[in-house]
């Protein structure tokens, strides 16, 4: 069973960088593709960033493209999403999400296609 366990959320100025860490626990995340997600309040939950098995492949919703990478250490068990050039808009429950996959070079961009999520953690930027 996969349990995820998202950190590193926090409150900051706008143009400060924090940095998420999602775990888990339990199997090894190398066999699942791995995605960051976001919902602000009065919003639907939305696309952040996402990572192959292998963590060859990336992608990036535009609105944070250039300004966060996603990364994973399949050894640690960790996936990371460095945030930089924080923006008052950035301001959301941010979601750590796995997807068993058989291809290692996949990337999911969609929610519905994750199987496991994370509770989150609340990241706020101040203007």
């Known amino acids: 069973q996969v349990q995820l366990v998202e950190s590193g959320g926090g409150l900051v100025q706008a143009g400060d960088s924090l940095r998420l860490s999602c775990t888990d626990s339990g199997p090894t995340l190398s066999s699942y593709a791995m995605g960051w997600f976001r919902q602000a309040p009065g919003k639907e939950r939305e696309f952040v960033a996402a990572?192959?098995?292998?963590?060859?492949?990336?992608a990036y919703a535009n609105s944070v493209k250039d300004r966060f990478t996603i990364s994973r250490d399949n050894a640690k068990n960790t996936v990371i999403l460095q945030m930089t050039s924080l923006k008052p808009e950035d301001t959301a429950v941010y979601y750590c999400?796995?997807?068993?996959?058989?291809?290692?070079?996949?990337?999911?961009?969609?929610?519905?296609?994750?199987?496991?999520w994370g509770q989150g953690t609340q990241v706020t930027v101040s203007s």
């Open positions: 990572i192959s098995r292998s963590g060859s492949n990336t």
């Open positions: 999400a796995a997807r068993s996959v058989l291809l290692r070079y996949a990337v999911s961009i969609q929610l519905g296609e994750y199987d496991y």
